[in-house]
């Protein structure tokens, strides 16, 4: 399976301020997912990132608060803009396995403290 | 619309107890894929196991084993003589056969705390 990393692995940020949590897998991926786990909760899909095409937003999240960039088939970024606590969250990419089995694998992680 | 359902929340055990934690699905598909993730203390998300729909055979690996049961929509996991490395919230998600993107949807996850 891929290896990802992510950066930073965790922040704390001040209310107000944006923060771009970056993705690095070490192979070639078609597509690559951004999810969000609020403390103690289960994973929402934030969006769906593709190389060369705007990223795909689930409802409830919008471009202008997550911006997303795909600028190439190893590497995305997702950005927490004006952010406050309710943001207060683990980040987590992913990226599709690329066989028709639809695995998802899973970055470690980007735990964000907003205060 | 598809769901899924993790019905208990925490479990507590001791050592060397076996565990199985159930998974009950939702979904209008008859092409989909299930599988179960492991979130230890650390935050990440760990890969188990993927099942499609077609193969409802049981599946055992090392002290692992999950049990696919279409009739009941079911996809329960079994940790045979826990182990206190295995506390961890572990995750049961679902994903239809993909259009032009995918999504996983998650179960809100079970706390396993395994107790020496």
């Known amino acids: 399976s891929a290896v990802i990393s992510q950066k930073p692995s965790r922040d704390i940020c001040q209310r107000g301020t944006s923060l771009t949590i970056q993705c690095q897998v070490d192979?070639?991926?078609?597509?690559m997912f951004w999810y969000r786990q609020q403390p103690g909760q289960s994973l929402t899909l934030i969006a769906t990132?593709?190389?060369?095409?705007?990223?795909?937003?689930e409802s409830g999240f919008v471009i202008d608060k997550f911006p997303i960039s795909r600028p190439n088939l190893t590497f995305s970024t997702l950005t927490v803009s004006n952010m406050s606590p309710e943001d207060s969250s683990i980040y987590l990419c992913?990226?599709?396995?690329?066989?028709?089995?639809?695995?998802?694998?899973f970055g470690p992680g980007t735990r964000l403290l907003v205060l | 619309a598809q769901k899924v359902t993790q019905a208990q929340t925490e479990i507590s055990v001791v050592e060397k107890e076996d565990v199985t934690l159930d998974c009950v699905y939702e979904t209008r598909d008859t092409t989909y894929y299930l599988f179960w993730y492991k979130q230890p203390p650390s935050g990440e998300l760990v890969f188990l196991i993927r099942r499609n729909s077609f193969d409802e055979q049981n599946e055992i690996s090392g002290r692992y084993s999950w049990n696919f049961q279409k009739s009941t929509s079911s996809f329960n996991f079994t940790i045979t003589a826990s182990q206190v490395v295995d506390s961890a919230v572990y995750f049961c998600a679902l994903s239809e056969e993909r259009g032009s993107q995918g999504n996983l949807i998650f179960g809100k996850g079970t706390k396993l705390s395994v107790k020496p």
């Open positions: 192979s070639q991926v078609t597509m």
């Open positions: 992913s990226v599709d396995d690329g066989s028709k089995q639809e695995t998802q694998y």
């Open positions: 990132a593709n190389q060369g095409s705007e990223a795909t937003y």
